[in-house]
């Protein structure tokens, strides 16, 4: 009987294990439209940004109308599944990360106030690595990515309330030389 039972538990860790194939929803436009470099994406000397391989810069990552000034990724309670709103920032990312060999990610995993600080941690670092993974998959270096946990130590909201806890609940994309 403990053989059978033995043999059904390793046959669901096994299908649970296993993977789903990623479907490539197209290319992510990463382009530059600072105004100061004529807003065409042009690389030369009148921008200073650093010119990638499709000829977007690096300031995409500060402009507030490109999907890679975003940051953060939140996550539902308890949990450290990236959630289907947040895949095409991370493909965003990942594709950023894939064009520029140079560029360096450090993925922070934050949680909630609620939990002992030991599992606060623990969950923050699956939250990144979660993260970190996504990125991956879809190109991005194993080395270019970085992740550290933070649980409870850095709130955004420091109020005993649901909406506060929700902001807490996040991975944030921090890129090298910020």
């Not at 042009?42 to 690096?58: Q, R, V, Y």
Request: aromatic share 6%; hydrophobic share 35%; net charge positive.
């Amino acid at each position: 009987m403990k053989r059978i039972a033995l043999s059904a538990l390793l046959m669901v860790v096994l299908a649970a294990c296993s993977s789903t194939p990623v479907k490539d929803s197209g290319p992510v436009k990463v382009e530059d439209r600072n105004p100061a470099a004529g807003g065409s994406g042009t690389s030369g000397a009148e921008s200073k940004a650093t010119t990638l391989n499709d000829g977007s810069s690096a300031s995409a990552l500060k402009d507030p109308s490109n999907i890679l000034s975003k940051r953060n990724v939140y996550f539902d309670y308890d949990e450290y599944v990236v959630r289907e709103e947040f895949k095409p920032l991370v493909q965003a990312h990942a594709k950023y990360l894939t064009q520029n060999n140079a560029a360096r990610v450090t993925v922070q995993g934050n949680t909630d106030e609620r939990g002992s600080r030991e599992y606060n941690l623990a969950l923050g670092q699956r939250r990144a690595d979660a993260v970190k993974k996504a990125l991956t998959v879809l190109g991005a270096g194993d080395r270019q990515v970085e992740t550290v946990s933070f649980g409870a130590e850095k709130p955004r909201c420091t109020q005993a309330e649901e909406s506060c806890w929700s902001q807490n609940r996040r991975a944030d994309l921090v890129h090298q030389g910020e």
